[in-house]
């Protein structure tokens, strides 16, 4: 096969390995009352539950940086096949344990294998795809955590109604098991990856005190703070304010991540056509916190039409994000730097919600309550604007 056929094989199996640990990941937040039941915790301990959740971040926040070090010297084949083996081992663990300590040491494997896999994934692909692609390339691959929730969602709901909780959790190791075969025979480092890369420590110092990877990484986590405290509470305001049953209120929630599937690669291909990255960025950024403002004084039409806008916007940040640590780093470093974004994304997943949570408790109001969500979406595009990129 040759190299430029293959390339797009590595994109999918990248693609696919990502997909894999995410589709894991987001089969909890559904099966969290059958588990409480399970695990006999009360109503009450609801935020013991979440821990199943947020245990995952944890792993994310502290490993990210050595695990990009680690990457940068010795590449990522062997890291991310050890990485796929603990999404499986994560997996199979939850699915039978017997025990909410047992569970949760599952979903902390998981978050391990997974914070691998988050920053060393994307730096295959720019050793196979050249600039003039690769915002297409990173476009396609960016659709993979709206591709692995719409899926465990539906997997989770329909699965743990005709067995029980623990089955989705069985087929979510099964394809996590299907992952690691995938990888190992799919992936390797390409062509563009330089043989002459320096591997001195010098190189991490680089990328840890260039300003601009920091800069990228506040704009990611900052976009998440937003889209993730979105995500996390509209479905319960637009029930409670905007009096939808709660099936439609989570439907309308979800055209967020619905419209990333068709428009992050339309975003990402647009941006390899122009040849520019920072306008992408600061009108998403824009966009998204005039949309999230508009959602919480919309209603009926008003709001469906805001939160349409919103998924669109949301599709204008990823994909270029995820170009930049090629494009701004040397090659010997490109893992360090997907390893600030990592850290960055994390902390913003776990400052957005809380933050909107608090605003919701404390005022009673959604107009408010997105408000603070749209606060971050300002700062990130704020922060585009300061970028040194075209």
Request: aromatic content about 12%; proline content about 6%.
């Amino acid at each position: 096969m040759t190299t430029t056929r293959y390339r797009w094989l590595v994109l999918f199996a990248s693609f696919y390995t990502f997909v894999a640990f995410a589709f894991v990941f987001q089969l909890v937040p559904p099966l969290l009352t059958p588990m409480m039941d399970e695990f006999k915790l009360e109503p009450s301990q609801a935020w013991l539950a979440g821990f199943l959740i947020s245990i995952i971040v944890i792993p994310g926040i502290f490993l990210p940086l050595p695990g990009g070090r680690l990457v940068d010297r010795h590449g990522f084949k062997l890291i991310g096949l050890v990485s796929t083996i603990l999404t499986v081992v994560g997996s199979f663990t939850t699915a039978v344990a017997n025990s909410f300590l047992t569970a949760l040491l599952g979903r902390f494997v998981l978050g391990v294998g997974g914070a691998f896999i988050v920053t060393g994934m994307p730096t295959i692909i720019p050793q196979w795809f050249s600039e003039k692609d690769f915002g297409k390339a990173m476009g396609i691959y960016s659709t993979n955590m709206p591709v692995a929730t719409i899926t465990a969602f539906l997997t989770a709901s329909v699965l743990s109604v005709v067995y029980d909780w623990r089955y989705p959790l069985y087929v979510g190791t099964a394809v996590a098991a299907s992952s690691v075969v995938v990888f190992a025979l799919i992936v390797k480092e390409g062509p563009l990856k330089r043989a002459e890369e320096p591997r001195e420590r010098t190189e991490a110092r680089t990328a840890l005190t260039n300003s601009e990877i920091w800069k990228v990484g506040l704009l990611w986590g900052s976009f998440n703070a937003a889209a993730i405290a979105f995500l996390s509470w509209a479905p319960k305001l637009f029930e409670t304010f905007r009096n939808f049953d709660p099936v439609t209120a989570s439907l309308l929630a979800s055209v967020l991540t619905i419209a990333a599937i068709p428009f992050v690669p339309l975003c990402g291909w647009a941006s390899d056509k122009t040849g520019r990255r920072k306008p992408f960025m600061i009108v998403g950024s824009l966009l998204m916190a005039l949309a999230l403002i508009a959602s919480g004084f919309a209603s009926g039409f008003g709001l469906v039409l805001s939160v349409t806008v919103l998924g669109i916007a949301a599709s204008m940040v990823p994909p270029l994000v995820m170009t930049m640590p090629p494009e701004i780093l040397n090659p010997g470093s490109v893992g360090t730097g997907f390893g600030v974004l990592t850290v960055c994304q994390n902390i913003g997943i776990g400052l957005g919600p809380p933050f909107a949570g608090y605003l919701l408790s404390d005022t009673g109001s959604i107009e408010l309550t997105f408000i603070g969500a749209a606060v971050f979406a300002i700062l990130g595009s704020l922060v585009a604007y300061t970028l040194k990129t075209r």
